[in-house]
């Protein structure tokens, strides 16, 4: 049964538990619950945590704590029974926890540790506080350490201040503000302290300082190391003054045994001190701690037979010093003991024993001997602080191991009234004494006792030291041989005061034998009296004593018979008239000298004190003892305090008339003593004496009379000393007077009060008649009214025991008001006036409503004048501060309201002016202060207040100004954060304060201020302080802690809402005032509305609309608002503010609301257009917020600027983000994009003189200057970007400019500008970007890219596969789509992103000047990939049955053409796609364009050879030559044949006659084409490559022979073939077509596409077969069996270097579902007979180093890859189908598809087979030279033969070129201008390429020889396999070698190019064959490497066709990106190894 629990209301859980029952609550440990019910071991309740969650959970897990129950039942609410302070730690440090970690995760370490052991040790302190055993004291410093540790970790954290009273949390409700003001900054204050607590309060006025800090020094002595004495010693320790040449301190004496520990066993570890009450200003003294050595035993150390053993004497030994001054440092800092070593120092001579520390100190070290280094005492020393009974406290340990006191000679600065003592200090000077007939001198000691009047000894009353016991007698040290002993040793005389009068000290002389005997002579004595005769004790000095003669025999017991003789020179004065009979006779020659001090509280030495004590013993010299009075000093009169008084107040009585002025004096010196800081303890006895013993009943009728006479005299005195005097003493005087009075009435029942009370009156008119006096002339009367205004209110508790409240509030009103005004004092009487004001308002007095009533109005009065005149500001918001601190404690009684209400008619006016003055100053400390005034006035008011504040206004423009003064203040409030960001408490509480008092006075504005009387002012100040309000940063919770965020929410709920609410309510009350505020108000409320709290946005959007009809009414439209709202929230949400939900929500309220209306089509597109802005402004934000890439933020800006552009035309704010988006592309190098980006602000600029404003960072200029500095500006990043192109037009339009101006100086700068264009496009290379289509799927992509397509142009290098690894790095979400095909509306609309990604072949438009015959390639280059708007990518499938002989006549092409927004290149890299066509590419037109385009490239190249265009080399040609009649004999145009030329094809495609026809002739052409070409190489060809030559003569009678019987024309063999010698001309004459001015070039686009239009892309310069960019095809077909991870796993082999991975050279990536029908059988590779393998020349190395130099100068061309899509469906079971096997023999043409996103790099990669010759070292280097230029040579298809089984290895130098030995020429300049700028290894790198010229030979893609690109000049590379048809090749001939082939060694690019050469000559040439055209590389070969940046000079070559090659190397060059190469050295050196490939692939 489930029972209510009574007891167990609340516990703590000790143990988690899971909730495993049902029901069951989970629970952490330390979580705290409220229990309601109980049953049977459980308990059912909530956790604090979450108290909405009810459950049951085990009673055993709770620990149960005491708690507090209100409100008992179903809402009960439970409070834990534990000191706040234990809460408040137990709830900070669950704050602290989980920041705590946060710590650590960024990275603030320091700060972590830190906090951790401020946690470590809070919690330590709260379970100190919850045991229960500390002292009240303990815990009140258990606390005070605890908050300074909460403090300062909530500091640290930037956690809120917490404002605090005595350790505990205050509520802010129930103090005033001014006092929580306070306590924040006094809590600020601990903060930085972070030492003691500081009051919590600051001290009210007139209290005094505190007292001085007294300090300690603990001294112990561990151990005394010097064992060289042998006998027992003495150590006296004590303090020396350098400065002052004395001891300060007592002395502390150890005893020691001859082994150097204790005398006394007990005493071990116990031989410690404390050196008490030294002041600050001993601390800053000389001070030394000096340790004196006295040993006991021998008179002689080392001589045994001085003295007999068993006497001992005291004799010097050493002494040691510390300097205090050299340790404090450390000691200060350190708080604990610290040990330091005193070295011992010896005597010399024992006559300077007095001096010997002096000496030490002054290290006069000829009077001293040096210690042993070993050896010296070992003390430790600790520095302690405070007064004693604080010292006893805190280190209870000290004071537990024996501590001695050690006490200040003398008494401490601040003498304690309990503070008994009575101590004689004597020093022994010094002696003189007769030798006495001895022929050496003495051995004297002195001993001394203290004997009482009656002779008796007294007992133990001699102290040698602290820390031993007293004893009766004192033997001194004895000097050795000395009759002038010097001793200086202190001792110590603690006699009872009973005892000290009669009391004398006797001093016995006595001379230590050394003899045998050893006895000690008694050869005189000396004595001293303690006290004088006339009851004065010893004055401190130096007294002579007589010395007089006796011997062994004298006798002392009757010690009246010396007591009788003179002591001393002064006594003997006294009497002279002694008898010469006595016993003892004066030695006259003999003196003795002591020294005395006395520290007493019950002694005086002072005659006149005690002549008054003993007033009566001389009743004829009062007057005179009185006067005397003054000259005591204030220690002998505070010890005699209460007797001084005691004989005053008689002497008073004893005749009032005679001494009354006397004693009133003597009464104001001792009390104004008292006022010292030395003697203010004292007060507090004073004050015990009149309370207990003041006794003097008639004292108070001549004390009022005396001081009414002292204030009537001040108006004519010129000397106030003694009235000052009197005025400072008042406080005590009024004391004595009182209690006179009270006794006399006590005494007499009252009689007399009338008397009294008129007395009293007549006092304080006197009083005022001093205040009312002009005092500006006289200083001395301005000093008299200063000290009676200061002394003035310390009297008002005095007056309330005689009199009633209100009677004494009368006596203060009117002496307070007769005070002149501010206008008539100086400044310094203002001062005094208002602290005795403030001391006023702090008094009991101010505290009683009766008194507040009557003084209240004066005290105001006084403040309102100050702060009218803004003087003493400060003091004024004290006493302000004050007043409210005791009207909000006293704020139930009814007089509260009475009292608010006269401070608001003083004050609330005049406090806003200061306010808004000291703000202007921006003073922030009294700002602060009378802030805190301000809120509390207002808090204090009421709604009575408000209606009478509003109601006294005169008239309408005060209550305006008023409005204005309070509006302003509130919003300077908010504005200039007044109080400190972490001052959360005190910010709150403004915030409530301000909105309460806004919703009282803005019913006063609307009723005032609306209709008629309506004010702009007024409003517009109310709704800039509402937005101001809402917007404040400490009110936005939705940034603060849940926990925090709930406390807020239930003290003050959304103060937010309830502003919005108010503002909303104003707003509609304005009515057609609203047009006022259009469009004014419009930014400041949509601030407002993008507050994140849903209830003020509800409340605040709907005003849009209202602003939106209010101007349609006015205007037919509302352009304002329209404008006002798109300028706003542009600036608004690029600072962070606004979201989605907001989008959402202002779209929905407004078009609801827009809807009603008649002007809803305007309105509802108005509506649209600011969402859809807001949805790219958040995009916006988001992308430059986050770590986005920069193409994100690049395309969101251009995706906003649009929107300004294009939907609301805002013109300002398109040209800012012109700007930005300008900004973006420089910081990501886009030159080019940043020029035609800044040519959209160009073109809105005429060239006209209008003057243009500040603009931006522009200056004020006219549009013409903007204009041209715009021009020069784009003109200059056209350049950087190398797009001369499009700055030349600029250049002529501003040269234009220039020459109508007459500017020939910019006219011809503008000039040479244009003509260095031109230059720079014929030298410098460039590169030619690649093209990717992405496609964005799926509504997760931002507004601006979400379901839309883009072409993006690619950065320099950037492949397929970088690039799609790029973009998906961009989108990390994002799912990359494996198929081209368009996305279905799943897709489309899925929370999702995918990217479909391929890259597609731009389409130029400017085709004439790509067709043009002489126009130089660089020039064509740049218009292929410039202003392109048009792509295509082609993908090929089968249509009808498909041939399994022969694919080719099924297979066609689908080619798409992607029309874009804009023309690449642009405002950005990529444009949208505007619109997309699909044609059909039938079989046969495909084979058309394919042969067509090699006959082009093979004219392109002829024709270079026969216009000596390449020189010397001529091993481009016969590789072009050998490809094209290879590829012919072995199938390629055979498959043709059989496809289109079949009988029955032509029989089912009648309409394909023509088209038949037409490749009939193109065969036939190239038939023709090859012909002049052999016979072209036969006049260049190389004697040694003859052999080749024969090979290629006979294969072309075969190719002819394959055609013959389709072609008849072709039995008439062509010259070169038959083998005549046919010149040139001849040849040409033949074959018309192949002159160059015939040979057109065919458009980009067109089916006739060149292959051979020589395209530098960037990928040129990287791999063709690099896995980024599958979009060529360049396999043989050798590896057409192998399944992609094969041919991956190859891939791998080859290039371990991760970096490099996927960028295999030679090989191209095409998956082995792609395929093409175009090319590989026309170009094939055949092998050569073995009789060609030569041996290069001797200097064959050096000259394939100046090959290779000369070709790195030297550009080459290529024609851009073909792109395309394939679907994944061709595959057939893992193997490539028949047509493809086809394919793969013949080259991808410009129309050729072969990239296909789906695949994996694995199923693109295919390796590239291992030639023989690449096994050397030397070959391998010269690789990339191979790449470039290899291919691109289509032939008709022959059959299909088998692989040639005999493999031959060349070696490369067998075809180097002989060229001159002369390095070439170093080129003037790098790239970028940097002079040593390393050319980069990368193959995306931009330096790495190299280019070529002939754009004919360009291999963009073909198969077998030429599949070597550009890109390897660069990188390393492999021969790639042998192309020949499938059938030849098994599949598994790969998989048979795959372990052969070793992994490269990583590329180590440091290495010069001298170290390349070096490696490739040291490595010896081999040659290997392998089976299966497999060869196994040299696991040691290294890869290739780039070449260098520089290069020497070239040779002057010797040929004709060295001419070219001279020009260039004279002519320095730029080396741009790739390194251009001579014409002909790369030309032949390219054609040569191309042929070398296919060599060796054979």
């Known amino acids: 049964m489930w029972t209510p629990t009574e007891e167990e209301k609340y516990g703590v859980v000790i143990c988690s538990f899971r909730g495993s029952v049902p029901q069951g609550l989970v629970l952490e440990i330390g979580e705290t619950v409220q229990i309601l019910e109980k049953c049977e071991g459980w308990y059912r309740g909530v956790s604090t945590k979450k108290p909405n969650i009810k459950g049951i959970f085990p009673a055993n897990y709770i620990h149960l704590k005491k708690a507090i129950v209100s409100n008992r039942g179903q809402y009960e609410t439970v409070v834990p029974l534990e000191d706040s302070v234990v809460t408040e730690v137990t709830a900070t440090l669950q704050e602290w926890a989980s920041l705590w970690k946060q710590l650590y995760v960024k990275h603030k370490v320091d700060l972590f540790y830190k906090l951790r052991h401020v946690m470590n040790e809070l919690i330590d302190l709260r379970r100190q506080l919850l045991s229960g055993h500390l002292t009240q004291d303990q815990v009140r410093e258990v606390k005070r ?90 150590v006296f320790f004590s303090l020396y003054d350098m400065r002052e040449g004395k001891q300060i301190s007592e002395r502390f004496l150890v005893r020691l045994n001859k082994n150097g520990g204790p005398r006394n066993p007990e005493k071990i570890e116990r031989m410690c001190a404390l050196f008490t009450d030294l002041s600050s200003k001993d601390m800053k003294r000389d001070l030394y701690i000096v340790a004196h050595v006295i040993r006991i035993g021998r008179m002689l150390l080392n001589d045994s037979k001085k003295g007999p053993a068993h006497l001992h004497y005291r004799r010097p030994y050493g002494c040691a010093v510390l300097s205090i001054l050299d340790v404090l440092q450390s000691l200060t800092e350190l708080k604990e003991e610290k040990d330091f070593v005193l070295k011992v120092y010896t005597c010399n001579n024992e006559s300077e024993w007095a001096q010997i520390h002096e000496n030490i100190i002054r290290k006069s070290s000829a009077k001293y001997s040096a210690p042993s280094a070993s050896h010296g005492l070992i003390i430790s020393l600790q520095l302690l602080r405070g007064d004693m009974e604080q010292i006893r406290r805190e280190n209870p340990i000290i004071f537990n191991r024996g501590l001695a006191i050690t006490r200040k000679l003398g008494f401490p600065d601040v003498i304690m009234p309990g503070d008994i003592r009575n101590d004689l200090y004597l020093t022994l000077e010094k002696g003189d004494f007769e030798r006495g007939g001895k022929s050496v001198q003495k051995n004297i000691e002195v001993t001394m006792y203290v004997l009482y009047a009656d002779g008796e000894i007294l007992k133990d009353c001699i102290s040698l030291g602290s820390g031993e016991p007293n004893r009766s007698s004192y033997h001194s040290f004895v000097l050795y041989h000395s009759n002038s002993p010097r ?89 002279p008239n002694i008898p010469s009979s006595l016993i003892f006779q004066r030695s006259t020659k003999e003196s003795f000298s002591i020294s005395t001090q006395l520290s007493s509280t019950k002694l005086t030495q002072n005659v006149d004190l005690l002549a008054l004590l003993k007033w009566k013993a001389f009743p004829d010299r009062i007057m005179d003892i009185l006067g005397r009075l003054r000259h005591v000093s204030g220690e002998e009169i505070v010890k005699f305090l209460q007797d001084i008084l005691d004989t005053l107040f008689v002497i008073l009585d004893e ?154 509030a009368e006596f203060v009103r009117g002496t307070l008001g007769s005070m002149p005004s501010t206008v008539h004092i100086g400044q310094s009487m203002d001062v005094v006036k208002l602290q005795s004001i403030a001391r006023t308002v702090d008094s009991r007095l101010f505290s009683f409503s009766e008194s507040r009533r009557i003084l209240l109005p004066v005290v105001l009065h006084h403040i309102h004048l100050h702060l009218r005149q803004q003087k003493e500001l400060l003091i004024c918001s004290g006493i302000l501060g004050s007043i409210f601190s005791i009207v909000k404690t006293s704020s139930l009684e009814a007089d509260v309201i009475e009292e608010v209400e006269m401070m608001v008619e003083s004050l609330l006016d005049v406090l806003l002016q200061t306010l808004l003055t000291i703000m202007s100053k921006s003073h922030a400390q009294e700002a602060g202060e009378y802030v805190s005034c301000l809120l509390s006035l207002l808090r204090q008011m009421c709604d009575t207040h408000y209606q009478h504040l509003l109601d006294n206004f005169q008239s309408k423009d005060e209550l305006k100004e008023f409005l204005l003064k309070i509006f302003c203040v509130f919003r300077n409030l908010m504005k200039m954060s007044v109080f400190p960001r972490d001052w959360m408490v005190m910010r709150l509480l403004t915030s409530n304060i301000i909105v309460t008092t806004v919703q009282y006075l803005s019913s006063a504005l609307h009723k005032n201020f609306t209709e008629t009387d309506f004010d702009f002012k007024v409003w517009n100040s109310y709704f800039s302080l509402a937005v101001l309000f809402i917007n404040q940063p400490s009110l936005q919770l939705e940034i603060i802690t849940s926990a925090k965020k709930k406390k807020i929410l239930d003290k003050y709920g959304d103060m937010r809402v309830m502003m919005a609410y108010e503002l909303f309510s104003m707003w509609q009350n304005l009515g057609e005032h609203k047009i006022h505020f259009i469009p004014g108000m419009i930014g400041p409320f949509l601030g407002v509305t993008l507050v994140p709290q849903p209830e003020v946005r509800n409340i605040m959007i709907p005003i849009f609309h209202d602003m939106m009809d209010w101007e349609q009414r006015k205007n037919g439209n509302f352009k304002q608002v329209e404008a006002e709202l798109i300028d706003k929230l542009d600036s608004m949400v690029s600072e962070g503010r606004g979201d989605e939900s907001y989008r959402e929500l202002f779209g929905l309220l407004l078009l609801e609301k827009v809807e009603q209306e008649t002007w809803r089509e305007t309105g509802i597109s108005f509506v649209t257009s600011v969402t859809r802005l807001m949805e790219r402004l958040l995009d916006y934000r988001d992308c430059m917020k986050g770590e986005e890439t920069e193409n994100k933020k690049i395309g969101c800006t251009v995706n906003l600027m649009n929107f300004y552009k294009s939907e609301i035309n805002k013109e300002e704010m398109y040209i800012r983000y012109i700007h930005k988006l300008c900004d973006m592309h420089l910081q990501a190098e886009n030159y080019t994009e940043a020029a035609f980006t800044l040519l959209l602000y160009c073109e809105l600029l005429q060239w006209e003189d209008r003057p243009l404003r500040e603009f931006l960072h522009y200056p004020s200029q006219t549009e013409w200057q903007r204009k041209e500095g715009l021009c020069r500006k784009i003109i200059h990043y056209f350049n950087k970007g190398k797009s001369w192109e499009f700055g030349i037009p600029l250049c002529r339009e501003l040269a234009c400019q220039y020459e109508s101006l007459y500017d020939y100086q910019s006219l011809s700068w503008i000039r040479k500008m244009e003509a260095s264009y031109y230059d720079n496009i014929m030298e410098q290379q460039r590169l030619e970007p690649e093209f990717f289509r992405v496609g964005f799927y799926g509504r997760k992509f931002p507004f601006f890219l979400r379901n839309k397509e883009y072409v993006c142009r690619g950065h320099d290098y950037e492949r397929l596969e970088a690039f799609q690894q790029r973009m998906l790095s961009e989108f990390p979400q994002a799912i990359a789509m494996q198929h081209p095909n368009h996305p279905d509306d799943a897709i489309l609309q899925c929370d999702a992103q995918y990217l479909q990604i391929y890259a597609v072949t731009p389409i130029p438009d400017y085709v004439d000047v790509l067709q043009m015959d002489r126009v130089p390639d660089r020039v064509k280059s740049f218009y292929r990939v410039n202003n392109v708007r048009k792509f295509r990518y082609d993908r090929p499938f089968h249509k009808g049955p498909k041939d399994k002989e022969n694919e080719f006549k099924s297979l066609w092409i689908e080619r798409t053409t992607l029309t874009l927004t804009h023309s690449l290149p642009g405002i950005s890299r990529w444009f949208e796609v505007e619109r997309r066509e699909l044609v059909e590419v039938s079989p046969l037109e495909n084979a058309i364009q394919v042969v067509e385009n090699k006959n082009q490239e093979l004219r392109a190249l002829i024709s270079q050879y026969q216009h000596k265009q390449v020189h010397g080399n001529i091993n481009l040609l016969s590789m072009c030559l050998n490809g094209v009649i290879d590829a012919a004999v072995n199938g390629g145009i055979a498959r043709y044949q059989e496809a289109f030329f079949d009988k029955d094809y032509i029989v089912k495609h009648p309409g394909d006659a023509e088209k038949i026809t037409q490749l009939k002739e193109l065969m036939q052409e190239q038939v023709h084409v090859l012909g002049v070409g052999l016979a072209v190489h036969e006049k260049f060809v190389h004697p040694e490559m003859r052999p080749l030559h024969k090979k290629l003569i006979d294969q072309f009678q075969m190719m002819r022979a394959s055609l013959y019987h389709e072609f008849p024309s072709l039995d008439k063999l062509s010259p070169a073939c038959s083998g005549s010698s046919t010149p040139r001309g001849n040849i040409l004459a033949s074959h018309s077509p192949m002159s160059p001015e015939s040979i057109k070039m065919t458009h980009r686009h067109s089916p006739m596409n060149l292959m051979g239009t020589g395209r530098h892309s960037s990928s040129s310069l990287s791999s063709h077969a690099s896995s980024e960019a599958g979009n060529m095809v360049m396999l043989g077909d050798s590896s057409m069996g192998e399944a992609p991870e094969d041919l991956y796993h190859h891939m791998q082999l080859a290039y371990p270097n991760p970096r490099y991975q996927g960028s295999v050279t030679n090989v191209s990536v095409l998956s082995s579902t792609q395929a093409s029908p175009s090319s590989s059988s026309l170009s094939s590779t055949h092998s050569a007979p073995s009789q060609m393998i030569t041996s290069a020349p001797s200097s064959a190395r050096d000259k394939y180093r100046h090959a290779r130099e000369m070709m790195l100068l030297l550009p080459t061309h290529r024609d851009r890859p073909s792109s395309a899509m394939y679907p994944a469906a061709i595959l057939e079971n893992g193997q490539l189908p028949n047509f493809q096997r086809a394919l793969f023999q013949q080259v991808v043409g410009a129309c050729k598809p072969c990239s296909d996103p789906n695949l994996s790099v694995a199923e693109k990669a295919v390796p590239a087979a291992p030639s023989s010759w690449s096994l050397d070292s030397g070959a391998r280097e010269a690789q990339p030279f191979l790449s470039a230029q290899v291919g691109h040579i289509l032939a008709p298809p022959v059959p299909p033969r088998s692989l040639l089984h005999g493999h031959y290895s060349l070696h490369f130098d067998a075809f180097h070129h002989p060229l001159g030995d002369t390095p070439p020429a170093l080129p003037a300049r790098t790239l970028r201008k940097s002079p040593l700028h390393p050319i980069p290894a990368s193959p995306t790198s931009p330096q790495s390429g190299l280019d070529g010229s002939n754009s004919t030979l360009s291999g963009s893609a073909s198969s077998g020889v030429s599949s070597l690109s550009e890109s390897n000049f660069g990188h390393s590379s492999e021969a790639p396999p042998r192309t020949d048809t499938m059938d030849s090749m098994p599949s598994q001939a790969w998989n048979a070698d795959e372990d052969l082939e070793p992994p490269y060694l990583p590329v180590h690019y440091s290495l010069s190019e001298s170290a390349v050469l070096d490696s490739i000559k040291a490595q010896p040439c081999r040659s290997h064959s392998a089976p299966g055209c497999v060869i196994p590389q040299d696991p040691m070969d290294p890869p290739a490497l780039p070449p260098k940046p520089y290069h020497p000079r070239l040779p002057a070559l010797e040929h004709d066709e060295g001419v070219l090659l001279r020009e260039e190397a004279d002519r320095p060059r730029g080396l741009h990106r790739k390194a251009s190469l001579p014409p002909g050295s790369i030309k032949e050196e390219q054609a040569r190894m191309a042929w070398e490939h296919g060599r060796g692939e054979q």
């Open 487 to 575: 001793w200086g040793e202190i001792i110590k005389l603690p006699i009872p005061i009973d005892r000290f009068r009669g009391s004398h000290l006797r001093f016995e002389f006595r001379h230590c034998s050394t003899k045998d005997k050893g006895e000690k002579k008694l050869f005189g004595f000396a004595f001293s009296p303690l006290m004088r005769d006339d009851g004065t004790t010893l004055s401190d000095d130096i007294h002579e004593l007589y010395v007089y003669k006796c011997d062994e025999n004298s006798t002392f017991n009757n010690h009246a018979l010396y007591l009788g003789l003179p002591c001393c020179k002064e006594d003997y004065n006294g009497c």
């Open 655 to 808: 005749n009032t008339e005679k001494y009354g002025l006397l004693v009133f004096q003597s009464l104001v010196f001792i009390i104004n003593l008292l006022r010292d800081i030395k003697y203010f303890h004292f007060r507090p006895v004073m004050d015990t004496y009149i309370q207990k013993h003041f006794a003097g009943a008639l004292a108070y009728k001549e004390l009022i009379r005396c001081l009414k006479w002292y204030m009537d005299c001040s108006a004519e005195l010129i000397r106030q000393d003694h009235i000052q005097e009197a005025m400072r003493a008042l406080e005590y005087l009024f004391k004595f007077i009182v209690q006179s009075r009270i006794l006399y009435s006590r005494a007499t029942c009252g009689m007399e009060e009338e008397q009294f009370r008129s007395s009293i009156q007549e006092l304080f008119q006197s009083i005022r008649f001093v205040l009312s006096l002009d005092s500006r002339n006289s200083e001395t009367l301005l000093f008299t009214q200063a000290a009676l205004l200061n002394s003035f209110p310390t009297i008002f508790d005095e007056l309330l025991q005689m009199f009633t409240v209100q009677e004494v």
């Open 145 to 234: 350490h605890i908050t300074v540790r909460l403090d300062w970790g909530n500091e640290h954290l930037g956690l809120d201040l917490v404002p605090r009273k005595d350790f505990e949390v205050v509520d802010s409700d129930q103090i005033s503000v001014s006092d929580l003001y306070k306590m924040h900054l006094s809590s600020r204050q601990s903060v930085q302290q972070s030492t003691s607590q500081v009051d919590t309060m600051r001290p009210r006025h007139g209290e005094t300082c505190r007292m001085p800090v007294p300090h300690h020094f603990f001294l112990s002595l561990k151990s005394f190391t010097y064992n060289t004495i042998g006998e027992d010693s003495d």
